[in-house]
């Protein structure tokens, strides 16, 4: 069973860039299938990006094509989500899941784990 465990959700400018990380332990990272997902009160949780197992696929929701980059380094069992041009829009959050596959996934219930989640927020 894998934990994950996100960082990096911080305040930042319209315009401006941040990094997510989720750091992967308690398994062999290198086997799952992992996503983001994004959540704000009152909504459903939202797909934002994912990336196969092995790097080789991704996959982006249509709001963050072209300014997010999802990526994941399996040496150091970490996921990474690269945000730039960010909007108020964005302000929500941010989850990784992981499940045993070889991806890309874009539906959430497919998730097997989760993390606790870090919170973004976007100003105008």
């Known amino acids: 069973q894998v934990q994950l465990v996100e960082s990096g959700g911080a305040l930042a400018q319209a315009g401006g860039s941040l990094r997510l990380s989720c750091a992967a332990s308690?398994?062999?990272?290198?086997?799952?299938?992992m996503g983001w997902f994004r959540q704000t009160p009152g909504k459903a949780r939202e797909f934002v990006a994912a990336?196969?197992?092995?790097?080789?696929?991704?996959v982006y929701a249509d709001s963050v094509k072209g300014r997010f980059t999802i990526s994941r380094d399996n040496t150091k069992n970490t996921l990474y989500l690269q945000m730039n041009s960010l909007k108020p829009d964005d302000t929500a959050v941010y989850y990784c899941?992981?499940?045993?596959?070889?991806?890309?996934?874009?539906?959430?219930?497919?998730?097997?784990?989760w993390g606790q989640g870090t919170q973004v927020t976007v100003s105008s």
């Open positions: 899941a992981a499940r045993g596959g070889i991806g890309p996934y874009i539906i959430d219930i497919r998730y097997s784990y």
């Open positions: 308690g398994g062999t990272f290198s086997v799952y299938a």
């Open positions: 990336i196969s197992r092995g790097a080789y696929n991704t």
